[in-house]
């Protein structure tokens, strides 16, 4: 790939000096990603902007597109100042008032500050004196979400089996990212002023006023979500800096009375990360019936308890996935598919939590998007299928048991009709999917419950046939499909963007280089169509309107295909 991409620059170098120079300097900018510069091209969009443009006949549209489809690659690849530079160009490129313009808004805003917080560092703690050190993180804004955490999540924490137990083994710190306002009320909860007394409690402050600024757009809920990602990864690196083991909680949860403890064994046994997957409850009967099991503080319920005490309040967002005995096909709106088994309720999910990373894996060089974690961040980190072995799955011999609430009124998104399993599978296993998502998928989690669910599901024996046949049909589809590493997508991608600007300022012989490396690494159809498009044509000038169509056409196909 280097020697290639090497080979080329030297090859083309002569013909770029042809072009004006602030596009040779774009050029250059743009090899950043392709040799994975250091830099990471931090002043590319500025580039685009002040010194190459585009000329007259561009789609501004397009134009947009391109800025802000570069500000989400340096986000993926951790440049948050090539981000910043990127998503405050969007944002003055502004045409509509939708969903990515308000993104771009945000993200022109939250970037700068998630780079400046990473900066400082983690806040201070005290030395661990060769003890093993345990980072607990959660963000928390809102007065709804901090009395959440102090009302349930926190009391289920001090449980005797979870903090307290941690406490004869190892430093814990409690690293929460919360607004102002949220720090006062968990620091006045009688939860708070426990746990500030047996922890290291350290906030991350989150400015007010940009959760206020994401709850008054109409995009709330999107929005919502990229300010919570971005902040949880701040934490999960400085977990990282602080060479702890990470422990990620959202404050809107319940834990069973042996879950950190069990999970701490686990760790410190064979295996480097714990996973697991749940159900959604609704939020008004949780919080009412956990608020009568707090005592002195804690909540103290076993993994059987809380999982039997929650099944009669399951939400619709998780009822979607229920296999019911008359339901033969697959919904799409959520990945968490269940069956019924005795005692217990089985889940099948591409998608579990990263509860728990150790240390060792947290050493490891990897990359964190600042958005919402979920198997992503593992796939990072465990890239290898041969280090899945070193990841422990949660099942229902372990007393682990955790449940999300989540809010009555909330809409279940996305289509809630049923499925084929072939449908199903190609809309959550398309064949690039990380290799960690097949694999969590064939694994069979279990939530125990104290009696038989009773609730129309199907049994075991559906459950084992219907899942086969989801990953029956994902291997016979990945035959079809060139698998692209991360990296050689991103030279493609890149490649396919300067071709494309190449193709903007008359630079048709290396528009053609470029357009055949991408054919060489994918196996799209977009630069045969770019290349078709261009043939024959020296000049801008001779490109008739709708061959310019076509290549910008393109451009848009094989970005929307590759920027994820």
């Known amino acids: 790939m280097s020697l290639l991409t090497h080979a080329l620059k030297a090859l083309l170098r002569p013909a770029y000096r042809l072009l004006n120079y602030k596009l040779y300097a774009h050029i250059d900018h743009m090899y950043a990603i392709i040799h994975h510069h250091e830099n990471r091209i931090r002043e590319l969009t500025e580039t685009i902007e002040t010194n190459v443009g585009y000329p007259p006949a561009a789609d501004p549209r397009g134009v947009l597109a391109d800025v802000r489809g570069l500000g989400h690659r340096f986000r993926k690849l951790g440049d948050l100042g090539g981000a910043s530079i990127a998503f405050a160009t969007a944002a003055r490129l502004k045409l509509d008032d939708d969903e990515q ?7 022109a805003e939250l970037m700068p500050l998630i780079h400046a917080l990473k900066s400082q560092g983690a806040p201070e703690v005290a030395p661990a004196n060769g003890r093993r050190r345990v980072v607990i993180t959660s963000v928390v804004w809102g007065d709804k979400y901090a009395q959440a955490f102090t009302d349930c999540l926190l009391p289920s924490l001090l449980a005797p089996g979870n903090i307290p137990a941690l406490l004869e083994r190892a430093q814990v710190i409690l690293l929460l990212a919360a607004t102002p306002e949220a720090q006062a009320i968990i620091l006045k909860s009688p939860a708070g002023k426990l746990v500030s ?67 701490f064994n686990l760790a410190e046994s064979a295996y480097d990360a714990v996973v697991m997957t749940s159900l959604r409850t609704k939020w008004s009967n949780m919080t009412h019936w956990l608020k009568a099991r707090l005592n002195d503080g804690v909540i103290d319920l076993t993994a059987s308890e809380l999982t039997t005490l929650a099944l009669p309040y399951i939400h619709p967002m998780s009822r979607q996935g229920f296999m019911y005995s008359w339901n033969h096909q ?17 889940i099948h999910s591409p998608h579990h939590l990263p509860a728990y990373i150790s240390h060792r894996a947290l050493r490891r060089d990897f990359l964190v998007d600042y958005f919402t974690i979920d198997t992503s961040l593992m796939a990072n980190i465990f890239p290898d299928p041969a280090q899945f072995e070193r990841i422990y799955v949660v099942g229902s011999l372990d007393e682990i048991a955790y449940f999300e609430m989540t809010p009555d009124g909330r809409e279940v998104s996305g289509p809630t009709n049923l499925f084929p399993a072939d449908t199903f599978a190609t809309n959550y296993f398309w064949p690039q999917a990380a290799p960690l998502n097949h694999w969590l998928f064939t694994k069979r989690v279990c939530i125990p419950t104290r009696t038989q669910p009773g609730i129309g599901l199907r049994q075991l024996a559906d459950a084992e046939r219907e899942i086969q046949d989801i990953l029956d049909d994902v291997e016979r589809k990945r035959p079809a499909y060139r698998i692209l590493s991360k990296d050689t997508e991103e030279v493609a991608l890149a490649a396919m963007f300067i071709g494309c600007i190449l193709t903007d300022h008359h630079g048709y012989e290396c528009a053609r280089s470029y357009f055949n490396l991408v054919k060489h690494l994918t196996s799209d159809s977009e630069p045969d169509t770019c290349l078709n498009a261009i043939n024959g044509y020296q000049t801008y000038e001779e490109l008739p309107v709708e061959k310019r169509d076509i290549v910008d056409r393109a451009r848009r196909s094989f970005r929307e295909r590759h920027v994820h």
């Open 330 to 346: 697959f919904p799409l709106s959520n990945t968490t598919l269940c069956w019924e088994v005795p005692n217990g309720i089985l």
């Open 197 to 263: 007394e047996m922890v290291e409690l350290r906030f991350v402050t989150l400015p007010h006023h940009l959760p206020v600024a994401a709850q008054l757009s109409p995009y709330r809920e999107s929005l919502n979500y990229w300010l919570y990602g971005a902040m949880q990864n701040l934490t999960v690196l400085f977990a990282k800096e602080l060479d702890g083991d990470l422990m990620l909680m959202t404050p809107d949860t319940i834990y069973s009375n042996q879950a950190l403890q069990r999970m």
């Open 101 to 107: 313009s308000a993104l771009d808004s945000l993200l």
